[in-house]
Each structure stands twice: as C-alpha cells, then as structure tokens.
C-alpha cells in the first residue's frame, strides 16, 4: 500500500478472478485521490498488451464478489477495453455540426485531430451537405443533421453567424439536451457556448469559457472561466481560433484517452 500526496493507492494480484478470455492473471489498482474528477479508479491488466479501465465507480463493499461485480462492469459498458498505451480500443464516435458562417479553424482541428487520434468523425450540415463557412471555404459534409444522434461527443464550432444559426435549430438543441443528460460529452468553441448553450439554459451550474464578450449569454447560473479550455463534467469550451488546437487536444483525451492525444499532439508537433 502507498500512500502520497494525492491519495491513497492500494494494489495487489488475484488469479481468483474471473479474467477476460484468454487471460491468465489479473492485476487490480484501486487508487483513491483527493481530485474530483478521479475520485475513484479501478485498473487492471490482463496481459501486456491490453487493459481494462473504470473511473469514478461508487465501489461501496467491493470485496463482495468482486468477480461478478466486474463481469457485469464489462457488460454494461462502465469498464472500457484498453490498448496497452491506455488508449481506448471500442471506436469512439463524434460529429462535428455546421452552419452556414462556421468558423473554419474551430471546426476543421477537431475533426482533423480526432480523426488522426481514431475517433469516428462525421461532418454534419444543419441544413444540408454543403455548407459555406465564415470566409467563404465551402465545405462538403459527410451528411446531414438526424432527428437523433447516438453518438459520444456532439461538437460545435463558433464563427458568426454559424453559432446564430446553430441555436435557432430546435432539432440541434434536443440533441444537446440529450447528450448532457445522458452524460455524453457535448464541446464547444468561440462563440457557441455563449449564443447556443448559454442562451439555451444548457450552461446552469457549469463553468464555461467562450469568445470575449460572449460570456453575457451564460447566465447567472454558470461560471464564465477566462481559460484557453474548460471542462467541466461532460462539457467541454474553449475562447476562439487561436485556441482551437487545445480544444481539438482536449476532446481527443476525452475520447481516446491522454496518450493517444498526447501522441497525437507530438506527431503534430505542438507538444514537444
């Protein structure tokens, strides 16, 4: 047993329990942190080259077979397959939405950073499947806006009037509403976060970051945080186009994991 400055940290062998097929032996982390958003992590690995994560789990009486409990963790989806970088193996999905007046920078980085980390990107179009952005680059879009979207992270570029146009659509502004509600990641950059989430109530309780000036549309009940990214729970923000790399960066941690984006920014040379 260990302990430091950001916790306690307990680990131990057990060829007891049930390990994944074609596994032989299981070893189990626990580790508690005084950090929020890693309250509670669970890590174990069953060969050198994979893994299986779960974060923030309400353990309670977890030596109560404890086998059984992660068999059913690995069902419903709570612990994830890993790659033995600690990247996530299941194929995380996202889409990027444009409006017409998108701003180029703030939609293109992400889609082009996610991509290259392995997230499955789809370029939506609010209204259909070319769409002009805010200095005239028309962009071809992989299709167009569901009534419905399954998808692990809903992302919105800024630019004016493309965020205008993003928080007019009631079809878009469920889809958020659904997103946060389930815990899904819902990102947004510039000008969204002030005119779409904020004016929209879907900011209450958050701390946020936008465009400057933007922040008037937050609300009383949200926290403006002057910031390059903000993540707070499943909602991501950032300021603008000097910032959309961060952003971009921010979302890949998210979604494939802290190495592969760490590897990614490398590759990219924007993380020495």
């Known amino acids: 047993m260990r302990r430091d400055g950001a916790g306690m940290q307990i680990a131990w062998e057990a060829d007891s329990i049930p390990p994944a097929e074609g596994s032989r032996n299981v070893t189990i982390h626990i ?10 992590e669970l890590e174990w690995a069953q060969s050198s080259e994979a893994a299986y994560s779960a974060r923030s789990l309400p353990f309670g009486k977890w030596a109560v077979r404890i086998g059984e409990v992660l068999k059913m963790w690995r069902r419903i989806g709570v612990i994830r397959l890993l790659d033995g970088k600690g990247a996530r193996m299941e194929k995380r999905t996202a889409i990027i939405v444009f409006a017409e007046g998108f ?15 392995g997230v499955e990107v789809a370029l939506v179009g609010l209204e259909g499947v070319a769409v002009v952005g805010a200095h005239g680059l028309v962009l071809q879009m992989d299709r167009a806006l569901r009534e ?20 007019r ?3 878009l502004l ?3 509403r659904g997103q946060l509600d389930s815990g899904k990641t819902v990102a947004a950059i510039c000008a969204s976060p002030g005119l779409v989430l904020g ?3 879907l900011l209450k309780g958050k701390r946020a970051t936008c465009y400057p000036g933007f922040e008037k549309h937050f609300g009383a009940d949200a926290t403006f945080v002057e910031e390059a990214v903000v993540k707070d729970g499943n909602l991501i923000t ?3 186009p000097g910032t959309a790399f961060d952003f971009a960066l921010a979302l890949a941690k998210e979604l494939a994991g802290e190495r592969k984006a760490e ?3 490398k590759g990219m040379l924007y993380i020495k």
């Open 174 to 176: 469920n889809i958020l």
């Open 169 to 171: 659509s009631k079809t």
């Open 263 to 265: 590897e990614v920014g």
């Open 199 to 201: 004016r929209n109530g």
């Open 103 to 117: 701003e180029e920078v703030e939609a293109l980085t992400p889609a082009d950073v996610l991509r290259r980390a």
């Open 148 to 167: 419905r979207e399954e998808v692990d992270a809903v992302i919105l570029p800024g630019g004016l009037p493309g965020a205008e146009n993003l928080s």
């Open 31 to 40: 580790g508690f942190t005084s950090k929020p958003e890693y309250s509670r």
């Open 238 to 240: 950032s300021r603008g």
